[in-house]
């Protein structure tokens, strides 16, 4: 486990995300997320570069993968396997790079949620990438999107939480990079970090 440095997430903070791609997956641990005023708590993250063997931008720039070549504090969002969406955060100090969401704890607009993905119990709502965009109506038409205008919000968390890190999920290559971040002890992580 480590600490969590509180950083600003507001429109002028593009600081925050031209940061290495690690930290910026570490630092929306305990950050807020909400699209179109429904959302929660990030709990869940896994970063992803140009150097990466499972990273989308290893082959360099494509149709799919556009958006993370372009300006940190973007969306990329694309379809996995055919059926669901996932949204990451381009960042980093280099083009190339960007945080998957995997997770948050839903904390607003709960029922417009359940409307979307079903009478779940809150932890399902939003416990895995395409769970998340499901839930809160987020798809391919918002690739690109600047993450800091409306209808995204992003603001910073408290100044301390507990990080755990992890190995990522559902790869066939670098599966054993440890570049997944959780909140410690969230019971709305897709799967628990060992």
Known sequence: ????VMLDLSARADSFYRRPV????????????????????????????LE???????NGPNMRNRSMFGPPGHAYVYRSYGLHWCLNVVC??????????????????????RIRRGN???????SGPGRLCAALGIDGTWDGHDLRRPPFSMSSGPPIVQVDVGTRIGL??????????????????SRPIR
């Open 172 to 189: 066939s290559r670098a599966s054993d990079v440890p570049w997944r971040f959780g909140l410690a002890g969230s019971a709305f992580l």
């Open 52 to 58: 990466d063997p499972a990273s989308h931008s290893v």
């Open 22 to 49: 690690q930290a910026v997956a570490r630092d929306l641990i305990g950050a807020t997320l909400l699209f179109k005023g429904a959302g929660g708590l990030i709990v869940e993250t896994e970063a992803y570069d």
């Open 92 to 113: 980093g100090l280099t083009p190339g790079a960007a945080v998957l969401i995997r997770a948050i704890q839903p904390l607003v607009g709960v029922e417009d949620m």
């Open 120 to 126: 779940l119990p809150e932890r399902q709502l939003c």
């Open 1 to 4: 486990m480590a600490d969590h």
